[in-house]
């Protein structure tokens, strides 16, 4: 049964190449400008997140995860609450300013996002109707519509993380400001966390994306994934898990984040003394 999903198993070969480029130039950059003053992690932070990124949109990972909420879930959470700080995190702040002088670049960039707190509240909108069994229906019939709907939650998630680890430190939050911005982040985003959950309590929800891959076998949703997913993906709490996996991933994600943005300062505060 498993050969039969096989064929929507394939690897995105033209965002392997634009990945590849990335990480290419951004090597070039670092190897070139030997001035540039970074921390010793960045590379690493800045690779791990491409590699992340493609794995979670752009290899078979991206049809598994459609098998069961939690995996969904799990995938959603690194595209959206990973990836973004860690590749802010991997972008030297030297490099960052340097890429701005050019003109094509700071006219993107400066005009690239909403204001934070806005794309914040716009992300969590989003993100809550993008759970909603109706919107998931029409994004089954209209692949289009979900890839760009993917795209402008990934865009803003960046901005959404943007103050927290910009490679900018002068449009970085202070640390009172940081913790509030923090405790505004987890309550936005609480709803869609709470939806899955109480769904899956009160009366569990079908899954639209499993039902259109087994309306093709005409076969019933729940015998695909009792014979692929082991335990718990293939019981009926298998969303309410789904929802406290995003709030659980979301919440590291932010305690790490943080963290590592004081250690990439420190780092480089130490290294511009005398």
Known sequence: MF?????????????????????????????????????????????????????????????ISHLSFSLHMIQMSILYFIVPPIFLLGIPSQLFQRILKTPIANKIISKRFLAPKLS???????????????VLTVF????????????????????????????????????GQKKRYVLLSGVLLMPACLLSVFSALIDGANNPFLTQITALLCMPSQSISIHILPPPF????????????????????????????????DTQADKVSP
């Open 3 to 63: 050969n039969i999903l096989l064929v929507d198993l394939t690897w995105n070969k033209p965002l392997l190449l634009c990945v590849i480029g990335i990480a290419v130039l951004y090597a070039l950059f670092v190897n070139r400008l030997k001035d540039i003053k970074m921390y010793h992690k960045q590379p690493l932070f800045f690779f791990l997140s491409l590699g992340l990124l493609y794995l979670t949109i752009g290899s078979p990972l991206t049809a």
């Open 120 to 134: 914040l509240i716009v992300f969590a909108v989003l993100f809550l109707m993008y759970h909603l069994p109706v």
């Open 140 to 175: 089954t019939q209209h692949p289009l519509v979900h890839n760009g709907y993917i795209c402008l939650l990934l865009i803003l998630s960046f901005s959404m993380w943007w103050p927290i680890v910009s490679p900018d430190p002068q449009q970085r939050l202070c640390d």
């Open 234 to 265: 293939n019981t009926k709490y298998d969303q309410a898990m789904a929802g406290f996996i995003m709030l659980g991933i979301h919440k590291m994600s932010l305690m790490a984040a943080i963290r590592l943005g004081t250690e990439r300062s």
